[in-house]
């Protein structure tokens, strides 16, 4: 089991920059990517970005290529998310997740945080 906790969401005004973390516990040896995902409301859960264990490989939604940057450190366990040029439709919750066996799509994820708010006032 790999544990999943975010933080950093907040209430922010359009053209700021929020990072976003994910810190992971349990059997994170067994997570071969990490990513992160939102959900807006009345919409489904999307893609937003992801990366490898060894941070070789990244993977953007065109809707965030360009203004966000995923990272990790693995001496902390810790998977971040630099969003920047930040968009009123950018507000939604976002979920990091730890997927097993690949790097997409949202289906291959196996473990989920709870959660954190990002909204972005216009």
């Known amino acids: 089991q790999v544990q999943l906790v975010e933080s950093g969401g907040g209430l922010v005004q359009a053209g700021v920059s929020l990072r976003l973390s994910c810190a992971a516990s349990?059997?994170?040896?067994?997570?071969?990517?990490m990513g992160w995902f939102r959900q807006a409301p009345g919409k489904q859960r999307e893609f937003v970005a992801a990366?490898?264990?060894?941070?070789?490989?990244?993977k953007y939604a065109d809707s965030v290529k360009g203004r966000f940057t995923i990272s990790r450190d693995n001496a902390k366990n810790t998977v971040y998310l630099q969003m920047n040029s930040l968009k009123p439709e950018d507000t939604a919750v976002y979920y990091c997740?730890?997927?097993?066996?690949?790097?997409?799509?949202?289906?291959?994820?196996?473990?989920w945080g709870q959660g954190t708010q990002v909204t972005v006032s216009s």
């Open positions: 997740a730890a997927s097993r066996t690949a790097l997409y799509p949202l289906n291959e994820y196996d473990y």
């Open positions: 349990g059997r994170t040896s067994t997570a071969y990517a």
């Open positions: 990366i490898v264990r060894n941070a070789a490989i990244t």
